[in-house]
């Protein structure tokens, strides 16, 4: 018998083959999104907190610590302690702009990978090793930089990262002087999402659903404040701080606008056609949804996706046709002018040439925007 053409290897670009003939289970074209768009953003929400992983809360009135208070041009810098909805803490940072009228409104400014977390985002710099350089490179301090356009800012940690890391605090070994290089394969990673991310698949959970689950208990956290309740509220978030933006904001329709950025684009390319950190892999995802279903479960409410031309997680060829997909399901809602994008010369950094206009706009209580 005549040999066939012998395939060995790859599995990798198998499964880019099978995932790029696979429909979308729950898709927003595929589920008839268009035609039904709440009951398609019910079935689809419910799903995808389902695929998240959300596991059983136990703490539903949490204690909080104020932990330190620092006075900063223009704003005051409060570090807080929060239980967590699994029993453990959050630390964050509530950033208070002191005006005379009160703030715009809330945001939550996530970050994502890097070696301090939400200190960078809270514009906590101790001159630690590569500080100074993932500040510069990514624009990090974006949490100060909305404070002090008079919002309130919440910068929780994120699970897995510096004060919240399994592998204790990252870098306290490092050299003084020494410079991490972030594109250093053998460079410390500054987080443990493999370690967390391979034990909470095998309980049904997932270290990006434990981090959103984090994320809606905080947005709880500032209902019940009185004197915040009734404060608009939005999200953005740089990177993974965009992923877990996205996904919140998908979830919980408290978050009343926000900003993803450099982290939109198609999962196909972002993290099935090359290999990313691990806490981007949900078991099952591809199988229901793209990232512009999932981003329409957030339409009508506004929504600023950014990414640079150097980018390279959320590269600007699949971030183009990704938006493409999601302005239709926004014209489709007669919302087009919700979904704004924000493409610039540059690489994987925050962008504040639209951002602060754009929560200006949608969101602010209009007192001082
Ligand atoms: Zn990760």
């Not at 289970?25 to 709440?38: P, R, S, T």
């Not at 684009?265 to 591809?286: A, E, F, G, K, R």
């Amino acid at each position: 018998m005549r040999k066939p053409h012998f395939r060995f290897a790859s599995t990798v670009s198998l499964l880019n083959e099978l995932n790029r003939d696979m429909p979308r289970l729950l898709g927003y074209d595929e589920a008839g999104g268009k035609q039904n768009f709440k009951t398609w953003q019910a079935k689809a929400r419910k799903k995808l907190r389902g695929l998240l992983g959300f596991l059983p809360v136990k703490v539903t009135d949490p204690k909080s610590w104020l932990l330190e208070t620092e006075q900063r041009e223009g704003f005051t810098r409060e570090q807080w302690a929060l239980e967590s909805p699994l029993g453990d803490h959050i630390l964050l940072y509530r950033l208070v702009p002191r005006l005379a009228k009160g703030p715009k409104g809330i945001l939550l400014a996530l970050h994502g990978h890097g070696l301090y977390g939400a200190d960078f985002v809270a514009g906590v710099n101790l001159g630690r090793p590569g500080e100074q350089e993932m500040l510069d490179q990514c624009n990090y301090d974006y949490g100060v930089q909305f404070a002090e356009r008079g919002w309130l800012v919440y910068a929780p940690c994120q699970r897995g990262f510096n004060q919240r890391n399994d592998q204790g605090i990252p870098f306290k070994d490092v050299l003084p002087g020494q410079v991490i290089d972030p594109n250093d394969p053998s460079a410390p990673t500054g987080c443990s999402c493999l370690d967390i991310n391979s034990r909470a698949i095998l309980l049904g959970t997932t270290d990006i659903g434990l981090r959103v689950q984090d994320a809606v208990h905080l947005v709880s956290w500032i209902k019940s404040r009185p004197e915040e309740r009734k404060l608009p509220l939005g999200c953005v978030g740089l990177s993974g701080g965009g992923h877990t933006t996205e996904l919140l904001a998908a979830v919980d329709t408290r978050i009343k606008a926000a900003s993803i950025q450099g982290y939109f684009c198609y999962w196909s390319d972002q993290i099935m056609d090359v290999t990313h950190c691990n806490c981007n892999y949900v078991p099952h995802l591809l199988r229901y949804f793209e990232q512009d279903d999932v981003c329409g479960l957030i339409c009508p409410r506004p929504l600023l996706v950014t990414t640079a031309t150097e980018d390279g997680v959320a590269p600007v060829k699949s971030f183009r046709k990704a938006y493409r997909a999601l302005k239709q399901t926004y014209r489709d809602q007669g919302v087009e002018k919700n979904l704004d994008q924000d493409i610039f010369e540059g690489e994987h950094e925050f962008s504040g040439r639209k951002a602060f206009k754009f929560f200006d706009k949608h969101l602010a209580t209009g007192l001082l925007a």
